[in-house]
């Protein structure tokens, strides 16, 4: 078939589409067999609507969280629960950043949160501490939290990558696809309705789209049956304060959907 490699040449004739088409295979059929799926029999060329509209199924059968189906109470995600999942993170060598940590960097906040943060990865302050989003950006999404009429521990927040790239790069591709099955067992657990991106390296991942964060945020996306924002990073908007006002637009837009007023006490 035009654009797969033959079984023969496939190592060394691989294309970087062929490469991704793989990896985001594996992210899918890695939140499937943690949600309890461990076959699944895709075929044909329809394999990601087949997985989504799979996700989308098990996310609907949850989406009143905390209640059973006669709306009687149940137990909440434990912080307990995530720690497992801490434990694999902070003996994790996969990928080379690894070798280059000071601390891991897992994510901080409530374990049974509506919204969770997603950022790229931890920073210099961020890989000192072990807590994502502590420095000035940190500082600044503290503020944007407040301003949505929230606290930091209302939240979750976690990152892409768990360990910091050297310089504050980008993650390459390779330490994102190693690390993503962590977030993606994060979200399981925690479970949230709505989630915002901080910036195109989350928003990318996540959504399997190349286009700019301009042109990603501002409007919602499916993301396994999760509400989905992407906004600006809070670092980016130190650097542009005048953007601060669009990224408002787009914390405003989640208020509304969850139904918060803001602080002044008017509705968003």
């Given at each position: ?251 405003k837009m989640i208020m509304d959907k969850m139904g918060l007023k803001d602080p002044r006490g008017k509705n968003v």
């Amino acid at each position: 078939m035009e654009g797969q490699p033959d079984r023969g040449t496939a190592r060394g004739v691989m294309s970087v589409a062929y490469i991704q088409a793989l990896r985001n295979l594996a992210l899918k059929l890695e939140t499937l067999k943690i949600h309890g799926h461990d076959k699944v029999a895709v075929t044909g060329d329809d394999w990601k609507n087949q997985m989504r509209a799979k996700l989308n199924e098990l996310n609907k059968k949850t989406a009143a969280k905390g209640k059973t189906s006669s709306g009687v109470a149940v137990a909440q995600v434990s912080d307990k629960s995530l720690d497992s999942i801490r434990a694999e993170v902070e003996n994790c060598q996969k990928c080379a950043l690894g070798k280059t940590r000071t601390n891991t960097v897992f994510g901080v906040g409530d374990p049974d949160a509506r919204l969770m943060f997603i950022g790229e990865g931890p920073g210099a302050a961020e890989d000192l501490q072990g807590e994502p989003f502590v420095g000035r950006a940190g500082k600044l999404l503290n503020d944007m939290i407040q301003a949505m009429g929230l606290k930091r521990s209302d939240v979750y927040i976690a990152n892409i990558v768990k360990c910091r790239p050297p310089g504050n790069r980008d993650p390459l591709p390779e330490e994102s696809a190693q690390c993503m099955p962590y977030l993606m067992r994060q979200l399981k657990m925690i479970r949230p309705e709505y989630v915002c991106a901080l910036g195109a390296v989350p928003a990318k991942n996540l959504l399997e789209r190349n286009e700019p964060i301009g042109k990603l945020r501002s409007s919602f996306h499916d993301f396994m049956g999760t509400q989905f924002m992407a906004t600006y990073h809070p670092s980016y908007l130190l650097r542009n304060p005048a953007a601060k006002a669009e990224s408002w637009k787009d914390l405003k837009m989640i208020m509304d959907k969850m139904g918060l007023k803001d602080p002044r006490g008017k509705n968003v």
